[in-house]
């Protein structure tokens, strides 16, 4: 099953270049693998400004880089943070972030596994943001956070893309087995051919029912 | 009063009533208490004039824009401080965020670097 | 004699007959080719002694290796100059691949920083 | 058909942490895409050594840890380097890097297209990099490299994983499609610490 929100491409035109990038599910704590995320996103934005050469005489084309290699390096790492936060400690579904070059925009795409009681909340909090003006829900969500101090502010993240860096976000909700999540994970053949032999002797209950939600979004450029 | 790590550092200048900002923040939610706690020191100490320099804070993320604006938020249910943000508008994050603040608070007055 | 990009750098001293290498080098084959001519140029000079300052350059890929390992096989063919290198063990590449010199060059010296 | 040579080993599921990169073929220029390679290299290296958590107290950890960034660093340009420049880019497929992290030891693996008539080339390379003792085959690579003005020195950056970083190679030569052939090269570097 799939559900889309927002300005979602299923399935987007090939881009000529794009940089890949899969993670393993948390084994280490959160806290010892977090420092990547700023790590991967500063490395995602260094990588695509090499697709702009600027002109070094020239400071319009310069102050563009910067502002182009910010507004990236600070998405990617947001988008990141979630995936890590709200990924499912239980599942091997690996994190995936991907950037794809477009030649007036780009997409940057984060999907995890999101465990089943955190799905309602999600997509509602995604209707208040697609439906709400952003400065009332700007404060809407400090104050928010001021009442709950487990604040978890993923919500602020999404609301400054959209409001501050003009992006466009959209959702995909997917039903995959866990089986088929084994096999996200790019193995060689002999081992897809056990795994393969393993899921038919295994019995279908053993075949957990997850949801994958991939957030995408497009920024101008 | 400060905090100080290998990514960032946190300084309370009493004379001026400054607090200034540097580094890359981007922690994790909770992580920012130790922060949150500091501003609410300086919150107590009740000067007439908090000034926040953020022009050497080069990244901050969401949850730390948050606790930013929650002090924000506080400062101006008080209505008592007043409060001066210093910031870079070279620095993206900031460009876009200072002015966020002042819908949370009209009266903050900005001084770009 | 000298060669400066954002990157690296190297230069060479005539009165020390010392060649100084700094930064990251990972230059695409071909590119090595200046830095080369370079090299030789150094060499016709014919110095007694010709003195490398590898403890700024942080990375070589094996493209560079092996400029370094010609030059350093075109003296030994030439037997005439003696080659000093200077290196630093805080560099993994060079803690690692120094002895390969040394096989090209059996009177090679070197020195730790 | 697959073919292998040397330690190549398909990955175990007892990796804990991996990271994988998969890159565009590229429509911009070799030449401008070349920082990437060292961009990425280090940023592996960055990534994989935040789950060696070092004692800031005790030096010999601190400088097993440069270590490892170094030789992680290190290998992982120079397998980056040898996919982009042997890549065959009139595919529609991608050259990507992995490593996989595990209680002992680390693998790094690149895959790419190998472009037909270089195959036979770099097979028989690979069986002189496995037959021959090191000493000898870095003078002949440096020998070779002094008659080969292009430049195109894989060879080296192969020969000095084994013999400065003590590291174990393998290849898999997979051919995934007949007509026309395109054959997928893989290269693993296994690396204790």
Not at chain 1, 74 to 80: G, K, R, W
Not at chain 2, 13 to 33: C, P, V
Not at chain 4, 88 to 115: A, C, G, I, K, R
Not at chain 4, 135 to 155: K, P, V, W
């Amino acid at each position: 099953m799939v559900q889309i929100f927002g300005e979602c491409n299923n399935d987007p035109l090939k881009s000529q270049e794009y940089l890949r990038l899969r993670f393993s599910p948390s084994s280490a704590p959160l806290q010892l693998r977090w420092r990547n995320n700023g790590l991967s996103a500063d490395f995602l934005a260094d990588y695509l400004i090499t697709f702009f050469p600027s002109e070094e005489n020239d400071p319009q084309s310069c102050e563009k880089e910067a502002e182009l290699k910010g507004a990236v390096s600070y998405i990617a790492n947001e988008l990141l943070e979630n995936a890590m936060k709200f990924n499912g400690s239980t599942s091997n579904v690996p994190i995936k972030l991907e950037l794809m070059l477009y030649s007036d925009h780009l997409i940057l795409c984060v999907s995890n596994h999101l465990p089943s009681e955190n799905i309602a909340g999600f997509q509602s909090f995604i209707h208040e943001l697609l439906n709400t003006e952003p400065q009332d829900l700007y404060v809407r969500q400090i104050e928010r956070a001021d009442q709950d101090d487990n604040m978890t502010t993923s919500g602020l993240g999404l609301l400054t893309m959209i409001d501050d860096y003009n992006a466009k976000l959209g959702w995909k909700f997917e039903s995959i087995l866990q089986e088929k999540a084994d096999n996200i994970i790019q193995k060689g053949f002999i081992s897809r051919f056990l795994n393969k032999i393993a899921s038919l002797v295994s019995s279908q209950s053993q075949r957990a029912k997850l949801t994958v939600v991939t957030t995408m979004v497009q920024l101008s450029i | 009063m400060k905090i100080t790590t290998n990514d960032y550092s946190i300084k309370y200048d009493t004379e001026t009533a400054t607090i200034s900002w540097q580094g890359f923040m981007r922690l994790n939610g909770k992580e920012y208490d130790p922060i949150l706690q500091l501003l609410n020191q300086v919150i107590d100490l009740e000067p007439p004039i908090i000034t926040l320099n953020l022009q050497g804070l080069e990244a901050l993320n969401s949850s730390g824009i948050s606790m930013l604006g929650r002090f924000v938020f506080s400062l101006a249910k008080k209505k008592k401080i007043q409060l001066i943000v210093q910031g870079d508008k070279k620095i993206i994050w900031q460009r876009k965020w200072v002015i966020n603040f002042q819908r949370l608070m009209p009266s903050l007055l900005l001084e770009w670097k | 004699m000298e060669i400066i990009t954002e990157e690296y750098s190297i230069k060479y001293d005539v009165a020390t007959a010392t060649i100084t290498w700094q930064g990251i080098m990972r230059l695409n084959g071909k590119e090595y080719a200046p830095l080369t001519t370079l090299l030789n140029d150094v060499m016709a000079q014919e110095p007694t002694q010709i003195t490398f300052n590898l403890q700024g350059l942080k990375a070589l890929n094996s493209s560079g290796i092996t400029m370094l390992g010609r030059f350093v096989f075109g003296l030994q063919k030439k037997k005439t100059i003696q080659l000093l290198m200077q290196g630093s063990k805080d560099i993994a590449w060079q803690k690692k691949s120094v002895k390969n010199f040394q096989r090209l060059m059996p009177k090679l010296q070197f020195e730790w920083a | 058909m697959l073919e292998i040579f040397g330690d190549f080993h398909e990955e175990q599921d007892e990796s804990k942490e991996f990271l994988m990169i998969g890159f565009s073929p590229g429509s911009t220029s070799l030449q401008q895409r070349w920082r990437n390679n060292g961009l990425s290299a280090d940023f592996l290296a960055d990534y994989m050594i935040t789950f060696f958590p070092s004692d800031e107290n005790d030096p010999s950890t601190l400088e097993r840890e440069e270590e490892l960034k170094g030789a992680v660093a290190y290998i992982a340009n120079e397998l980056l380097e040898n996919a982009m420049k042997f890549n065959d880019f009139s595919f529609e497929s991608h050259v990507s890097l992995q490593v996989h992290l595990y209680t002992d030891h680390l693998t790094l693996m690149v895959s790419n297209n190998l472009p037909i008539e270089n195959v036979l080339g770099f097979k028989s390379f690979i069986h002189e990099l496995l037959n021959t003792p090191s000493d000898e085959l870095y003078i002949r690579q440096i020998e070779r490299a002094d008659d080969d003005e292009s430049g195109t020195t894989s060879g080296l950056g192969l020969l000095t994983m084994i013999d400065d970083y003590n590291a174990k190679l393998g290849w898999k030569f997979e051919t995934i499609q007949q007509h026309p052939e395109i054959i997928v090269v893989t290269t693993m570097v296994q690396l204790s610490f």
